[in-house]
């Protein structure tokens, strides 16, 4: 257990335990990107404020949340020496790979053009960061 970390109760209520962990990606805009993940993973918007976009999936201590980056640079899928590269990527996993990837672009995403398993979509969020979809 990392020092100074509560120690979790997992019977607590979600609400009053203190070991919440999360991702936070950069974006130019927190509030596009933040609705865009709130609808593709069903989360709720919990914290909406002009730099930071919290999302809560309803239970448990993790969250995904999203920070105004001002000199945000969009990633390169796949990699390119000298561009700007991805630094992690989401990973979800789907029951319809295809009806998955249908919302996703309805919702702003794009399929890249770079796809490296069968069972797995490579998309691009609104922002430019990587994610998979997969089943």
């Keep these: ?23 936070v990606l950069g974006a130019p805009d ?8 709130a609808e593709v993973l069903g989360w709720e ?9 919290t999302l809560y999936p309803g239970e448990g201590v993790a969250y ?9 640079v969009r990633p390169v899928w796949p990699e390119v020496p000298g561009q700007q590269q991805m630094m992690s990527h989401l990973d979800v996993e789907v029951q319809d790979l295809h009806v998955a990837v249908e919302h996703a672009v309805e919702l702003g995403a794009v399929v890249a053009d770079f796809q490296p398993q069968d069972n797995v979509r490579v998309m691009l969020d609104p922002a430019g960061h990587p994610f998979c979809l997969y089943s």
Aim: glycine fraction near 8%; aromatic fraction near 12%.
């Design 45 to 53: 918007i919990r914290g909406n404020e002009p730099n930071w976009v």
């Design 30 to 37: 927190p509030q596009v990107l933040g609705a865009f993940y």
């Design 64 to 72: 995904l949340a999203i920070q105004r980056e001002a000199n945000y």
């Design 1 to 23: 257990m990392l020092r100074g970390r509560a120690t979790p109760d997992p019977s607590a209520d979600p609400a009053k335990r203190s070991d919440y962990w999360g991702v």
